[in-house]
């Protein structure tokens, strides 16, 4: 059973925006969750991290989405993030994530992901 559900994703022209989504398949499923993110796969490349928020709001980016992406939940614990100037280096399939413990780029340390949902940014 997946318990994090993806939506949004799609094609978009460089400078353009989109916005993904990250609702619990089991409400509350992921209360005792600390930390929350986004990662991010480019064909033949690692997953990396985009962007994560702790329960207490705290929110971090990776250097290359700064000023660019923002990461929020709503009350229902849906994760969102919405992406702003897109570039083509955008491109990738887009992972929610969520963490027992601290917030880190190390995708091992992830408890739970979603399905992924494609992001296409053309020149």
């Known amino acids: 059973q997946m318990h994090l559900v993806q939506s949004g994703g799609g094609s978009v022209q460089a400078g353009g925006s989109l916005r993904l989504s990250c609702a619990e398949s089991?409400?509350?499923?992921?209360?005792?969750?600390?930390?929350r993110g986004w990662f991010r796969q480019a064909p033949e490349k690692e997953r990396e991290g985009v962007a994560t928020?702790?329960?207490?709001?705290?929110a971090t980016y990776a250097d290359s989405v700064k000023g660019r992406f923002t990461i929020s939940k709503d009350a229902r614990n849906t994760l969102f993030l919405q992406m702003n100037s897109l570039k083509p280096e955008d491109t990738a399939m887009y992972y929610c994530?969520?963490?027992?413990?601290?917030?880190?780029?190390?995708?091992?340390?992830?408890?739970?992901w979603g399905q992924g949902t494609q992001v296409n940014v053309s020149s």
């Open positions: 994530a969520a963490f027992y413990k601290a917030c880190t780029w190390d995708r091992y340390s992830v408890r739970l």
């Open positions: 089991v409400p509350e499923y992921t209360d005792g969750y600390y930390c």
């Open positions: 928020i702790d329960s207490d709001g705290t």
